[in-house]
């Protein structure tokens, strides 16, 4: 099983390339959806539902998906019911996405977070660690909501 799906659009092909060389360097496995440039312009929705389904799925516990803001990404990411993607800027929120909200998805924005930036946001997501107890609590509220739509 990877460790990670990631995809982009467009918009967020070169920084998807630094993250899948960062992960291989890390020595995860890593499986890439596209698009690889030559595709020319692209719809992100497209992109965002091969890396749900297969977290959904349960083929990779953990995805990326990369577009011009990130918010494309994580807004249709966040329609698929089991993901819960993070728009992520800063470490902090990295982090803070992982132990706090179990996030399965890390969202980033090409045009707005530099390359050095992002690695480190993704550093940070992957070594944070969900805490449980009343965070737990409020996901499995998340999922209640879920349930009713
Ligand atoms: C593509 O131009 C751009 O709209 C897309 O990458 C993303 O930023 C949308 O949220």
Request: proline letters at 3%; glycine letters at 12%.
């Amino acid at each position: 099983m990877p460790n990670f799906v990631i995809a982009a659009d467009h918009a967020g092909v070169q920084l998807k390339a630094e993250l899948v060389a960062e992960l291989g360097k890390l020595g995860h496995t890593v499986t890439d959806f596209g698009p690889t440039g030559a595709e020319g312009s692209v719809d992100y929705p497209d992109y965002a539902v091969k890396v749900t389904s297969a977290v959904v799925g349960k083929q990779a516990p953990l995805g990326i998906l990369v577009c011009g803001t990130g918010m494309g990404m994580s807004i249709t990411a966040n329609k698929v019911h089991g993901i819960r993607a993070a728009l992520c800027h800063t470490e902090f929120e990295a982090r803070m996405s992982r132990m706090h909200n179990d996030a399965n998805v890390l969202c980033l924005g090409q045009r707005v977070t530099g390359v050095g930036l992002a690695i480190s946001i993704l550093h940070a997501f992957l070594d944070a660690k969900f805490e449980g107890g009343r965070h737990q609590t409020r996901v499995d509220k998340i999922t209640a909501v879920e349930a009713k739509r």
